[in-house]
Nanobody, 126 residues
């Protein structure tokens, strides 16, 4: 059984930074790519960033490229999302998810992920 637990969300002013963390359980963490998604009120859950099993490849949504950085520590079974230059439109619940595979090919689709965390709220005030 795989469990994912996000933390690090909160309230921040526009232009500020937050670092989200995702703690994973399960012995095969390092065998899977991981991703972050977000869901704003009244909107569909959307892709934010993904990282391959080794951390060697990453991919970002255009809306966060250059501001967010995804990383992972396989020894600690952790995935991180460093968010800089935050904007009010980044306000959402952020979810960590496990990709059902090693690579980040087609990693923008929610259907490519098989385990999800409960989410952490990020609120950016103007």
């Amino acid at each position: 059984q795989v469990q994912l637990a996000e933390s690090g969300g909160g309230l921040v002013q526009a232009g500020g930074s937050l670092r989200l963390s995702c703690a994973a359980s399960g012995r095969t963490f390092s065998s899977y790519a991981m991703g972050w998604f977000r869901q704003a009120p009244g909107k569909e859950r959307e892709f934010v960033a993904a990282i391959s099993w080794s951390g060697g490849n990453t991919y970002y949504a255009d809306s966060v490229k250059g501001r967010f950085t995804i990383s992972r520590d396989n020894a600690k079974k952790m995935v991180y999302l460093q968010m800089n230059s935050l904007k009010p439109e980044d306000t959402a619940v952020y979810y960590c998810a496990r990709r059902s595979g090693k690579t980040i090919v087609a990693a923008t689709s929610r259907t490519e992920y098989d385990y999800w965390g409960q989410g952490t709220q990020v609120t950016v005030s103007s």
